[in-house]
C-alpha cells in the first residue's frame, strides 16, 4: 500500500475560523511534509517531521499550526488565515530522513479556499 | 543551495508522437533527482527517481529520463505519448538527509496530447 490520504478533499473557511488539515499513512514511514501548492505553480514546503519531531519550518506564518501525533498521522492547524493562503496543501511521506534520500509519495490534497 | 530550471513551460504534443522535457538542476551537492506527474485536481504522482548508478533511469508509463551530470541535466522522455498523458509535469531535486530530504521543484511543464 502506497497511499497517503488527506482529509477533507475541500474546505471552505472564513478568516476568523479555526480548521483542521488530515493526512494519513500506513506504509511505517517515518518522515512526513505539509507542501503547499498555488494555482500553476510547483508546490512549495513548509514544514518536515521526522520521527514525529519537527525538523523544518520554512518561516511559515503561525497561524499554520503543525502537529504529528504519532508515525502515521499529520494534522496541520489553521486559524486566522487570509485569502491568499487559499491554495491545495499536499502531505507527503517518506521512509527516512536519516540514510540516504528516499523518493516522497503524495496524497491528493486539500483544496482551501479562505473567505 | 539548489535550484530546478524546467526550459518549457508547455508543450503540446500529437498523440503517438515523442516528447521530451527538459530539466536543469545546480546544486553543490550531490543530488538525488525525481520526475513527478500531477493530473488535473490530483497530487503528485512519482514517475520516476535517480539516485545512483546508471544514468538512464525508467520509469512507469512508458517513460525514461537520463542523468548527465557533465551537463546537469535530467531530460524526460516518453517515444509514444497517448491522451492520458496530459499532465503537469514536475522535475525535482534533493540533496538528501543533508537538507532534511527537501525537494526543490521546477516550475512545472505543462504535456498537452492532441489527438
Known amino acids: 500500500d502506497t497511499e497517503v490520504t488527506q482529509t477533507p478533499k475541500h474546505l471552505v473557511m472564513g478568516m476568523t475560523n479555526k480548521k483542521s488539515l488530515k493526512c494519513e499513512q500506513h506504509?511505517?514511514?517515518?518522515?512526513m511534509y505539509w507542501y503547499k501548492q498555488k494555482a500553476k505553480k510547483p508546490p512549495e514546503l513548509m514544514f518536515v517531521y521526522s520521527y514525529e519531531k519537527l525538523s523544518i519550518n520554512e518561516s511559515v506564518p503561525s497561524r499554520f499550526s503543525p502537529e504529528c501525533p504519532n508515525s502515521s498521522l499529520l494534522n496541520l492547524h489553521l486559524h486566522a488565515l487570509q485569502p491568499e493562503d487559499s491554495a491545495l496543501y499536499l502531505c507527503?511521506?517518506?521512509?527516512?530522513?536519516?540514510?540516504?534520500?528516499?523518493?516522497?509519495?503524495f496524497g491528493p490534497g486539500t483544496r482551501l479556499t479562505v473567505t | 543551495a539548489q535550484s530546478v530550471t524546467q526550459l518549457d513551460s508547455q508543450v503540446p504534443v500529437f498523440e503517438e508522437a515523442p516528447v521530451e522535457l527538459r530539466c536543469n538542476y545546480s546544486s553543490s551537492v550531490s543530488v538525488y533527482l525525481f520526475w513527478y506527474v500531477q493530473y488535473p485536481n490530483q497530487g503528485l504522482q512519482l514517475l520516476l527517481k535517480y539516485l545512483s548508478g546508471s544514468t538512464l533511469v525508467k520509469g512507469i508509463n512508458g517513460f525514461e529520463a537520463e542523468f548527465n551530470k557533465s551537463q546537469t541535466s535530467f531530460h524526460l522522455r516518453k517515444p509514444s505519448v497517448h491522451i492520458s498523458d496530459t499532465a503537469e509535469y514536475f522535475c525535482a531535486v534533493s540533496s538528501g538527509k543533508a537538507a532534511g530530504n527537501k525537494l526543490t521543484f521546477g516550475g512545472g511543464t505543462r504535456v498537452l496530447v492532441k489527438p
Open positions: 506504509m511505517g514511514h517515518r518522515a
Open positions: 507527503a511521506s517518506s521512509q527516512d530522513l536519516r540514510e540516504r534520500s528516499y523518493e516522497q509519495y
